[in-house]
């Protein structure tokens, strides 16, 4: 079990709920008694922190951090630099582009979920004219590889319901778990969207609603034989999206110029995974208006280190009181 640090101690058993947005409710920590009281939020952040040549920064403290919101000092009350159970989808563009480039795909894909530890889950959503989970989370990495192996190509891409679909699921084991854990999506597609029944706008909208980390895997298929002065209004669209849904939820964006470059790339999600900080606060200004905000996170001038981390969110809105009648 990580060790983390609660508004300055260090407790080992963590029980808290960690809700779509926020640790909300009776969240609990079983060591030294401490309680949070109905109605609490606490906004969670999953931080990288990397130097000027993209090192990553190790052995931070908690007063290392600086979090922002809306330009507002926000006091920690969360802080864990050890590792913290790990929630990965790995969602695979299996349209009929990807059939040569399966097996590949496959032997990659199941080298990041070898990597997975004890506690980790993995998930495998496929993408093809529609979204579908053939493994949904589970600690068993074979049956997480099996799934991989099991996949076939066919059809059109529906990526942004892929996307839709695996956050959606991912708000969902938020509510009905109440460990801490980190969720991440391995996004791997060739092709642009041609069939889903979502938009780029919904699949960001619910992004900003829950915290999970994209990372996206862009293999230059169809698109990448056009050269780039050349890409249609589309091809710019989709890399465009896909980049700001990484960027938005603090992930990052891989343009492999061929499949061999896949290992290389999950191995390099993985070490990035290995070394990151889980920073929670209450904000200072209660959120119940439903508006986004910006949060921004710093570290210190000591350090020489960049923090990346989602770019904000959207503040729970409090449902509107039932009007007062006379006789009540």
Known sequence: MAHVNFTGRIVTGLVVAFG?????????????????????????????????????????REDDFTVLEDGVQQPLSFFASDAIPLDLALVLDTSSSMRADLPLVQSAACGLVRKLRDADRGAVVEVKD?????QPFTTDRARIEAAIHGLSTS??????????VVLKEFERERHTTQEVRRQVLVLL???????SHVTFEDVMDLAHRVNVNIYVIALEGAAGLVPRNARDDSVLRAEYSMGAVSR??????????????LPSIYNAIAQELANQYELGYIPVRPGADGAFR????????????VARTRSGYYAQRTPAAAPWAPGH
């Open 294 to 305: 910006r949060v921004m996170v710093r570290v210190s001038a000591r350090t020489d280190g």
């Open 189 to 195: 597609s060739d092709g642009l969207d041609n069939k």
């Open 20 to 60: 779509a947005l926020a640790f909300r409710g009776a969240a609990r920590v079983d060591a030294q008694g401490t309680h949070f009281k109905s109605g609490v939020e606490m906004v969670p952040l999953t931080v990288t922190v990397t130097d000027a040549t993209g090192k990553y920064i190790t052995g931070l």
């Open 248 to 261: 938005e939820t603090g992930g990052r964006t891989f343009f492999p110029k061929t499949t061999r470059d």
């Open 130 to 134: 529609s979204a579908g989970i053939p």
């Open 155 to 164: 059809g059109a891409t529906a990526l942004y319901d892929g996307l839709y």
